[in-house]
């Protein structure tokens, strides 16, 4: 008579387990994998400026507060060495995210306080508004664009840890660097608006002049020798920004870079596909994040060399 078959032993079925388990995570690992190949997936929404152990890498929402932030400063007429203050202080106070929590009452990109006069909790959770406030201590600061970077923040906010500011000072020159506009074509973002809602030219337009002022107020562009879409045609709808003409071409330019920038850096928030100026363009389905040569023609297929214009072009209804 034959002995009876016995179970498997508990250590042979936790063996078992093990491997179904590991076959499983295999199996979806090559999935996963298999489809991002085939779909040409580019990932989560990155931005960076620089390259190798001089750069900085930060998502889009890190890159729209960086630009208000910029754009504040400058719409102030504040020198480049407030800008890079003002983002060393947000990257120390919140990693440049508008966090609704801090220590005790404290707020916002810059950890501002109800408590002490810096406003109300929504004033300081309103990017534009908090910026203005810091840069309006700033001001306040006798030589503050010669002072050490870490003495001329402690003074607008009064920080328990002072020097704490001056590791962000090299990511924050790049970044005020780019967001100024002196360093063209620098700032390079991967945007995910294939889906989803689409742009709102007016939205864009009052994004803009809360930033920038009244005087870069966006503009239809002016039709084309093809055409312009007609409205509710399914097309991309395009806004133009009006960059001021400076004393000198040079500061002309340097603003244009300014404004196309901060439309890159935002471009996931307010739904832009692509931005064009001079002779460069920029494209949200562009794997790489970066400026490309426009073949001649700026965004909207119309001249763009002259640097009158940067051309945003939305994505469609």
């Known amino acids: 008579m034959s002995e009876p078959t016995r179970p498997p032993s508990p250590v042979r079925r936790g063996r078992r387990a093990r491997f179904t388990a590991a076959f499983a995570v295999l199996l979806g690992l090559v999935a996963y994998v298999a489809v991002h190949y085939v779909t040409g997936s580019k990932g989560a929404p990155r931005c960076s400026i620089g390259s190798g152990a001089n750069q900085y890498e930060f998502t889009p929402e890190q890159a729209s507060n ?162 312009a879409p007609a409205a509710g045609s399914g097309a991309a709808a395009v806004v133009e920004l009006s960059v001021p003409v400076r004393a000198s071409a040079g500061t002309r330019e340097q603003r244009g870079w300014e404004l196309a920038q901060w439309a890159v850096a935002r471009a996931d928030e307010l739904r832009v596909a692509e931005v064009g100026y001079g002779d460069r363009v920029w494209r949200a389905d562009d794997s790489s994040g970066g400026w490309e040569k426009a073949k001649g023609t700026g965004a909207d297929g119309t001249d763009g060399t002259d640097g009158t214009w940067v051309r945003l072009r939305l994505v469609p209804r």
């Open 66 to 227: 960086a630009a208000t932030i910029a754009a504040v400063g400058t719409s102030r007429r504040m020198p480049e060495r407030a800008v890079t203050i003002a983002l060393a202080t947000a990257l120390q106070e919140s990693a440049l995210y508008n966090i609704e929590h801090g220590d005790r009452d404290s707020l916002g990109l810059f950890q501002q306080r109800p408590s002490q006069g810096w406003g109300t909790p929504e004033q300081i959770l309103d990017p534009v508004y908090s910026s203005g406030k810091f840069y309006e201590g700033l001001e306040k600061v006798p030589g503050y664009s010669r002072l050490p970077l870490t003495v001329a923040a402690q003074k607008v906010q009064r920080s328990g840890f002072p020097q704490a500011y001056a590791k962000h000072e090299p990511d924050a020159a790049l970044l005020s660097a780019a967001l100024t506009g002196r360093a063209p074509a620098s700032l390079e973002c991967t945007a995910d608006v294939s889906e989803g809602r689409p742009g709102d030219p007016a939205r864009v337009r009052d994004e803009v002049v809360r930033a920038f002022g009244e005087r870069t107020a966006p503009k239809r562009a002016p039709q084309d020798a093809k055409g």
